[in-house]
């Protein structure tokens, strides 16, 4: 089913996403969870739709919006730098941007990264941070290295094949419970970002502006 099919109520609707604990995941039970499960869950019920879920290739989420392939992507994406990619609902939450290093790291500050080695999730807004470097604190790295997956990053550090990652904090925190792992993460943040609901650009079905207000509501109750 495809954007252009979704318009009445109880119709389903695709949604977007990745494995990206505490935000979606699958729990030992087997069922799909999380806190942007919920918000996603909660929000469509209201505005009348029935939410279905799809693992998604992440480096492809813009194509497959475009194509209609799926209706929206939830799956803590950050809105910051990307405000003109997307049609935009939210920022419904606020997420810091950090690096993670091993507890004998002597790495403590962003500035101590010069001539390090970093994994980051391709595609993702620590990516292009370290990319494109328009932050003064961000000195030149040894070499960034992309990777396909989230938990590879986390594999990567504890392996010592990278000096640190970068992430959204929650998710750190919650691969270091999971796994029960004690990574160090730096107090000094690389950026606060809002997250968002990101439909196509080109989409006038009306459904974005709907999830905003929805948004505001459930922020009020």
Not at 16 to 43: H, K, Q, S
Not at 98 to 118: C, M
Request: include cysteine.
């Amino acid at each position: 089913q495809t954007r252009k099919t979704t318009k009445d109520a109880n119709k389903e609707i695709m949604i977007g996403g990745d494995n990206y604990p505490p935000f979606n995941y699958t729990d030992e039970n087997g069922n799909l969870a999380g806190i942007d499960v919920e918000f996603a869950r909660e929000a469509f019920h209201r505005m009348g739709y029935k939410p279905v879920f799809v693992n998604i290739d992440w480096e492809n989420k813009k194509n497959l919006v475009e194509q209609g392939k799926i209706d929206c992507i939830w799956a803590c994406f950050s809105v910051t730098g990307r405000e003109n990619d997307y049609h935009w609902a939210g920022p419904y939450m606020l997420s810091h941007e950090v690096v993670a290093v091993n507890n004998s790291s002597k790495i403590y500050k962003l500035s101590d990264l010069k001539n390090k080695v970093i994994a980051v999730q391709s595609t993702t807004k620590p990516e292009g941070i370290f990319l494109k470097r328009t932050d003064e604190r961000i000195p030149k790295l040894g070499n960034l290295i992309s990777l396909g997956h989230r938990e590879l990053i986390y594999t990567f550090l504890g392996k010592g094949y990278v000096d640190a990652v970068a992430a959204h904090e929650e998710s750190i925190v919650q691969y270091m419970k999971d796994y029960d792992i004690d990574f160090r993460i730096l107090e000094e943040s690389l950026m606060i970002t809002g997250i968002g609901v990101a439909f196509a650009k080109d989409d006038d079905r009306g459904i974005c502006e709907q999830m905003d207000k929805t948004l505001e509501e459930m922020r009020k109750d």
